[in-house]
């Protein structure tokens, strides 16, 4: 799965709105590889809750092979896996506040 590119549109999008003073290169380019990496995770994590409604959805034939609770484990996972989405994003949003590109970058 290539996330790349709309990553690199919406750091495009975000960017542009921070007060934080010009970075070193090698910060600059670490905070893009970090937000870069959050994308995916969070990209990943919407995935995997998608799949656990879909099998809710599917009924009792997909939930055959789950544990003794099924409804009360996908529900568990689920609301854990939004957490972790909802992690990722606070992370991804602080970290287009902190960042800036330099002055005549593109």
Same mark, same amino acid.
């Given at each position: 799965m290539d996330c790349k590119l709309p990553t690199l549109a =919406? =750091? &495009?999008v975000l960017a542009p709105?921070? !007060? &934080? !003073? #010009?970075?070193e290169p090698a910060a600059h380019e670490e905070?893009?590889?970090?937000?870069?990496? =959050?994308?995916g995770t969070v990209e990943l994590?919407?995935?995997?809750?998608?799949k =656990?409604?879909?099998? &809710? #959805? #599917?009924?009792e034939a997909r939930l055959a092979s &789950? !544990?003794?609770? !099924?409804?009360?484990s996908l529900l568990k996972t689920g609301a854990a896996r939004s957490r972790e989405v909802i992690e990722g994003i606070d992370k991804i949003l602080e970290l287009a506040r902190n960042h800036q590109?330099?002055?005549g970058g593109t």
């Open positions: =919406l =750091l &495009a709105a921070s !007060p &934080a !003073p #010009a970075q905070m893009h590889e970090q937000m870069i990496d =959050l994308f994590r919407l995935r995997q809750i998608d =656990l409604l879909y099998d &809710a #959805a #599917a009924g &789950a !544990p003794e609770n !099924p409804i009360s590109h330099p002055s």
